[in-house]
């Protein structure tokens, strides 16, 4: 069940947050920075259902910290490393991370904001990518219909804030 | 009793990762620095990877193991890869006091600075005081 935030319930609750429900990375542990963000708490249950049946937190998190500080420094540079991040054509403005690690192949999905004139990414949500016997519900485009809403809320919070 | 809320953040931190580095942390560290000098000296180079893997004298896949940033590659390799593309390699070994096995470290105290610590002996004596 999606996680809807409203306009009304936004309120700055320190450095940590960007705006209301757009904080700062915390899961599986604090990443360090000052351009990424992501949609709480539906980041990190998105991504908590994925690590914490792997049995590989530490492993996983090796490899998004990996692509958070790739991110961090590169910013909207980072596609032309294609092994990590993905910008499919058929999908406009919105972006995957992608981890693999043995069996899974995990996908993050983000959007690049502009907030106060300063540019930030955001992440929005997580999937794991299925070979296409599940590609209803374990593909890209699944995935970005059900973050659409979420992604929906964030413009126009963001919209409404310049 | 304790009713006091606890914020989404202060929930998490029970679940997380601990903040002392693992080895893991240190692979993945490691691997981050070595594949993306490799996939920068390729860009910065316009080299595709099999034109680079000509270069340093391997197969494509693995410059394409190489850029993932979670191959276990020797030291050996690193060293041939390296000699090829003119860069030394060195490393930096930084000894943590505060989580040497040997130094029991107060409850409260700040391990960053490092300033309240109790030696092994000293704490021997303080139990055998008590």
Redesign the interface.
Same mark, same amino acid.
């Given at each position: 069940m999606l996680q809807l935030f409203h306009i009304s319930n936004i309120i700055d609750i320190g450095s940590d947050d960007l705006k209301g429900n757009i904080q700062k990375i915390v899961y599986p542990k604090e990443f360090k920075g000052d351009y990424i963000f992501a949609v709480e708490p539906y980041f990190t249950d998105a991504l908590k259902g994925i690590i914490d049946k792997s049995g590989r937190k530490e492993n996983i998190w090796g490899m998004f910290n990996q692509r958070l500080r790739y991110l961090e420094d590169n910013k909207t540079l980072v596609f032309a490393r294609s092994q990590w991040f993905e910008n499919p054509v058929k999908i406009k403005n919105i972006y995957f991370m992608k981890i693999k690690d043995k069996d899974l192949n995990i996908r993050i999905s983000f959007v690049f904001h502009t907030y106060n004139n300063k540019e930030y990414a955001v992440l929005v949500s997580a999937f794991t990518e299925t070979k296409k016997s599940n590609a209803k519900t374990n593909s890209h485009s699944s995935h970005v219909a059900t973050i659409r809403p979420v992604i929906d809320n964030i413009e126009e919070m963001f919209k409404n804030e310049q | 009793m304790n009713n006091k809320l606890m914020s989404?953040?202060d929930m998490? !931190?029970t =679940? $997380? @990762?601990g903040e002392i580095s !693992?080895n @893991? +942390?240190m %692979?993945?560290n490691l /691997?981050?620095k070595l /594949? $993306?000098y490799i %996939?920068d000296y390729r @860009?910065n180079h316009k080299l595709s990877q099999k034109d680079f893997a000509k270069t340093i004298g391997v197969k494509q896949a693995m410059v /394409?193991k190489l =850029? /993932?940033? +979670?191959y276990n590659i020797s030291l050996e390799s690193i060293c041939n890869v390296m000699a090829k593309l003119n860069t030394k390699v060195d490393f930096n070994f930084q000894f943590n006091e505060a989580q040497d096995p040997n130094v029991l470290l107060d409850d409260k105290a700040d391990r960053s600075t490092n300033t309240n610590y109790v030696s092994f002996d000293e704490c021997k004596k303080l139990a055998s005081a008590s």
């Open positions: - | 989404y953040k998490l !931190s =679940e $997380t @990762i !693992s @893991i +942390d %692979f993945y /691997s981050y /594949s $993306t %996939f @860009i /394409s =850029e /993932s940033g +979670d």
